[in-house]
């Protein structure tokens, strides 16, 4: 199921085993799944109703030239969703809406004009490009970035839905979730108000047991570093290849597996043979074989300029794999002392001097990662969707 839906599966499939769930959703290509995944749910004793609406176009309309129809339709789609809805408030006695997604914030649907406490997220979308790493983007992604971030800013400021929802979730009973501390905060800032801070995505149930430290054949044993993602200019891959080529002795230890594609593969892997660093490139790989890097690695690097949260971070912690990240967006709060290390966002030549200064680190005082690789797998278990579903549940309980 792609990860939008995932995200509202993920969090509905445990709510459903702890209150009676009505489920509005789309009538799209994982209505299959969301069927057979509701009669499961009903087998062990769950009371769910689904409901499913026509949206009119893709589900993957946003990732190509259909971006703009997709929202178009969305929109109407949710006006769908509000007819439906005040039919089944008339039906049932229906104790609270919750808008669980599209996560970003530019599309809040209609529920809250339903008069029922009102409970919406979590809600990202509202995540800028650092203007400091501009530089690190071509001219392409550059001006997308910026009018992304102008018609953001637009959306947020001057849009009246997003006003209005919001403030429905003020309203006795409701409740605002947002996917970051730092979006809640924005929000808080422009309406004031109350919010909750529960990521966007989470881990899967795994024991939060500690990680057996990174097997070392030596002292002169390679540090081993995994990047699993996209390959595009919005996870300046190249930032991390620079920073490995100024550490000392680099080609004897360090070694970079890089697990994914995109479009500029072909750059970073050409800008890593200029730069002699030792990087397997190997292109997205079945889930299993995934796995095994995160076992056989010791360090997991992530170096995402514009994403909210993603779930590879979680399967790294999950896995007992200490984190490298950016300390912005919902890495902030996810990554800690105890399971990671946070680059501070500032010019790209100060990163980059940065994570030399901590790889170098790493190299010569492989015992802090063991410390940290101890923490990884019970700060994921955390986040579980167990545990996130938990905590939306206590939003709920009061209304019941």
């Given at each position: 199921?792609?990860?939008?839906?995932a995200?509202g599966?993920n969090l509905?499939?445990q709510?459903a085993?702890?209150h009676?769930i009505?489920?509005v959703t789309?009538?799209?290509?994982?209505?299959?799944?969301?069927e057979?995944?509701?009669?499961q749910?009903?087998?062990?004793?769950?009371?769910?109703?689904?409901?499913f609406v026509?949206?009119?176009t893709?589900?993957?309309?946003?990732k190509n030239?259909?971006?703009?129809?997709y929202?178009l339709?969305y929109?109407?789609?949710?006006?769908r969703?509000?007819q439906?809805?005040?039919r089944?408030?008339s039906q049932?006695e229906?104790?609270?809406v919750?808008h669980?997604?599209?996560?970003g914030?530019r599309e809040p649907?209609f529920?809250?004009?339903?008069?029922l406490p009102?409970?919406?997220?979590?809600?990202?979308?509202?995540?800028?490009t650092?203007?400091r790493l501009?530089?690190e983007?071509?001219a392409k992604?550059?001006?997308?970035?910026?009018?992304?971030?102008?018609?953001?800013?637009?959306q947020?400021h001057?849009?009246p839905?997003v006003?209005?929802?919001?403030k429905?979730?003020?309203r006795p009973?409701?409740?605002?979730?947002?996917?970051?501390?730092?979006?809640?905060a924005r929000f808080q800032?422009?309406?004031?108000?109350r919010c909750?801070w529960i990521p966007?995505?989470?881990?899967?149930d795994?024991?939060?047991?500690?990680r057996?430290?990174?097997?070392r054949?030596?002292?002169?044993?390679a540090?081993r570093l995994l990047?699993v993602?996209a390959?595009?200019?919005r996870?300046?891959?190249n930032?991390?290849l620079?920073?490995?080529?100024?550490v000392?002795r680099?080609?004897s230890?360090?070694?970079l597996t890089v697990v994914?594609?995109?479009?500029?593969?072909a750059?970073?892997e050409?800008?890593a043979r200029q730069?002699g660093?030792r990087?397997?490139?190997?292109?997205?790989?079945p889930h299993?074989e995934?796995?095994?890097?995160?076992?056989n690695?010791?360090?997991f690097?992530l170096l995402?300029?514009?994403?909210?949260?993603t779930?590879?971070?979680?399967?790294?912690l999950g896995n007992g794999?200490?984190v490298l990240c950016l300390d912005h967006?919902?890495y902030?709060g996810?990554?800690?002392?105890?399971?990671?290390?946070?680059?501070?966002?500032?010019d790209p030549n100060?990163?980059?001097?940065?994570i030399t200064?901590?790889l170098?680190e790493?190299?010569s005082?492989?015992?802090?990662?063991?410390r940290?690789a101890?923490?990884?797998?019970?700060?994921?278990?955390q986040?579980?969707?167990?545990?996130?579903a938990?905590a939306?549940s206590e939003?709920?309980?009061?209304?019941?």
């Amino acid at each position: 199921m792609g990860s939008e839906h995932a995200v509202g599966w993920n969090l509905v499939s445990q709510l459903a085993r702890v209150h009676n769930i009505i489920l509005v959703t789309q009538d799209n290509e994982y209505r299959a799944s969301i069927e057979a995944g509701i009669e499961q749910l009903k087998a062990d004793g769950c009371n769910v109703l689904a409901y499913f609406v026509r949206h009119g176009t893709s589900t993957d309309g946003r990732k190509n030239d259909l971006r703009l129809f997709y929202y178009l339709t969305y929109i109407a789609y949710q006006w769908r969703v509000y007819q439906l809805a005040k039919r089944l408030v008339s039906q049932h006695e229906i104790a609270a809406v919750h808008h669980l997604n599209i996560v970003g914030f530019r599309e809040p649907g209609f529920l809250w004009m339903l008069g029922l406490p009102f409970i919406w997220g979590p809600v990202g979308g509202l995540v800028y490009t650092p203007w400091r790493l501009y530089a690190e983007l071509p001219a392409k992604t550059k001006l997308f970035q910026t009018l992304r971030a102008v018609i953001t800013w637009l959306q947020f400021h001057l849009s009246p839905r997003v006003r209005l929802a919001y403030k429905a979730t003020q309203r006795p009973g409701g409740a605002f979730i947002a996917a970051t501390a730092d979006i809640g905060a924005r929000f808080q800032r422009r309406w004031g108000g109350r919010c909750l801070w529960i990521p966007e995505t989470g881990s899967h149930d795994a024991p939060a047991e500690p990680r057996d430290p990174p097997i070392r054949r030596g002292t002169g044993e390679a540090l081993r570093l995994l990047w699993v993602g996209a390959l595009i200019d919005r996870k300046p891959l190249n930032m991390l290849l620079d920073a490995i080529a100024a550490v000392p002795r680099h080609a004897s230890r360090l070694r970079l597996t890089v697990v994914g594609d995109g479009d500029s593969r072909a750059r970073f892997e050409a800008h890593a043979r200029q730069l002699g660093v030792r990087a397997d490139f190997l292109g997205w790989r079945p889930h299993e074989e995934t796995l095994t890097h995160f076992h056989n690695s010791d360090l997991f690097v992530l170096l995402s300029i514009s994403d909210l949260t993603t779930n590879v971070v979680f399967e790294a912690l999950g896995n007992g794999l200490p984190v490298l990240c950016l300390d912005h967006h919902g890495y902030s709060g996810i990554v800690t002392e105890a399971c990671g290390i946070k680059v501070r966002v500032s010019d790209p030549n100060t990163m980059r001097q940065d994570i030399t200064r901590i790889l170098d680190e790493l190299c010569s005082r492989p015992e802090v990662l063991t410390r940290l690789a101890k923490d990884a797998a019970p700060r994921a278990a955390q986040f579980s969707w167990k545990q996130n579903a938990s905590a939306i549940s206590e939003l709920y309980a009061p209304l019941l």
